[in-house]
């Protein structure tokens, strides 16, 4: 039994050591000289001091100033990143869109005929997702706008300088970073 335990302990140091050390670190050195910013958490700071990152949504929505990312299913926590696993047929999950098409119908001044753009009343599927599509943008320029005390156009401009065009030309869909189009705002006044 010693002379199968002795090469199976050795088999196991070893891929512990290339699987649980060499693997990891090796990525991580990669990744710090291929992609430095998204490998150090695609931070953004403000004076010096990190607010949030570029990847991981923020919660806006509760002040007109800003514009309102996607609902969160985790409250914004990046910990525990998921999303609710209400299914389609689920009463609870029927009543929660309802209620947050009509929270931004309200806060926004639209019309009950308004079609409200999916990603602002379902949650995303990590909880996290710091992006909206340009429509559910356009739809809040004239709250924030008026928040502000900003001519509609100049907030509309900001809007559309801020679209992202899908990764590699093809791939998803056109896009705006919340984070990033709040803190252009801020830089405005």
Do not use: C
């Amino acid at each position: 039994m010693l002379k199968q335990l002795y090469p199976a302990l050795a088999i196991l140091a070893l891929l512990t050591l290339i699987t649980g050390v060499i693997y990891p670190l090796t990525v991580t050195a990669l990744a710090q000289v291929v992609f430095p910013e998204k490998a150090d958490g695609s931070l953004v700071e403000v004076d010096g001091t990190a607010i949030g990152s570029s990847l991981i949504g923020q919660n806006m929505n509760n002040d007109p100033r800003y514009f309102w990312s996607r609902p969160s299913a985790v409250g914004y926590n990046p910990l525990p990143s998921g999303g609710s696993n209400l299914s389609s047929t689920s009463a609870t999950l029927e009543e929660a869109v309802a209620q947050r098409a009509a929270d931004f119908r309200t806060a926004n001044q639209l019309g009950e005929g308004t079609d409200i753009p999916a990603e602002m009343v379902f949650a995303s599927g990590s909880g996290l997702d710091p992006h909206i599509s340009p429509e559910a943008a356009r739809l809040q320029i004239d709250r924030v706008a008026n928040a502000r005390n900003l001519p509609r156009e100049q907030v509309a401009d900001l809007v559309e300088g801020f679209v992202e065009s899908p990764q590699l030309g093809f791939l998803g869909q056109p896009r705006v970073n919340v984070l990033l189009l709040n803190l252009a705002l801020d830089e405005l006044q």
